[in-house]
Every structure is written in structure tokens, then in C-alpha cells.
Nanobody, 126 residues
């Protein structure tokens, strides 16, 4: 069992930065692939980024590549999403998620993630 709690959301102007954190409980955190997803009003939940258990492999959605950076600290059971050059279209609720042993190439699918946080609101004003 893994419990995830996100923090760090808020209101920022376009071009600004925010840093989201996801704190995980559970002794097996270090074995999970971790992902960030987001959901804007009226839209489906979409993949943002993921990082494998060791941090050696990361993936980004095309819309955030070069602007967002995911990292993890297994000693502290945390995953961080650094978001720079924010745009109004980045406005959404951001969710942290954990997936045990995902198959290769499936990191972008919400269905492979067993555990989800409650979400944190990110609002980017123009």
C-alpha cells in the first residue's frame, strides 16, 4: 500500500515557475515507477511525466518537454516536479501516481498506476 500526498500548487503568472512535491508512505516506494498526470476542466486526465524506480529513465509529454523536470529521492520517499516557463494551458489539477513494475512503454497510461494522490491545483494566469 502506498499513500501519496501532493503539495506545491498555486497561482502563478505565465512564464513563472512552480515546484510540486509528492510525499509517499510505504516501504516499497523505491520499487515503483512514479508519474505525474494532470486534468483540466472538461478534459481527460493526461500524462505529464514519469520516472522509473532508480531515476535512470524519465519520460515527458511533448507539451512539457524542456520546461518540466521530474526527479525523485528514494531516501526521502519524495518525487518532485519542477515546472518552468509555465503557460496558461498548463492550468490543471496535477496528480502524483505510483505504478508497480509497469511493462515497457506503458508509462503514459493512467490504468497502470495503482495509487493516486488527491491532486493539487495549478493555475497559470496570462
Amino acid at each position: 500500500q502506498v499513500r501519496l500526498v501532493e503539495s506545491g500548487g498555486g497561482l502563478v503568472q505565465a512564464g513563472g515557475s512552480l515546484r510540486l512535491s509528492c510525499a509517499a508512505s510505504g516501504r516499497t516506494f523505491s520499487s515503483y515507477t512514479m508519474g505525474w498526470f494532470r486534468q483540466a476542466p472538461g478534459k481527460e486526465r493526461e500524462f505529464v511525466t514519469s520516472i522509473n524506480w532508480s531515476g535512470a529513465y524519465v519520460n515527458y509529454a511533448g507539451s512539457v518537454k524542456g520546461r518540466f523536470t521530474i526527479s525523485r529521492d528514494n531516501a526521502k520517499n519524495t518525487v518532485t516536479l519542477q515546472m518552468n516557463s509555465l503557460k496558461p494551458e498548463d492550468t490543471a489539477v496535477y496528480y502524483c501516481a505510483a505504478a508497480p513494475n509497469p511493462s515497457a512503454g506503458t508509462y503514459y497510461r493512467p490504468s497502470i498506476y495503482d495509487y493516486w494522490g488527491q491532486g493539487t491545483q495549478v493555475t497559470v494566469s496570462s
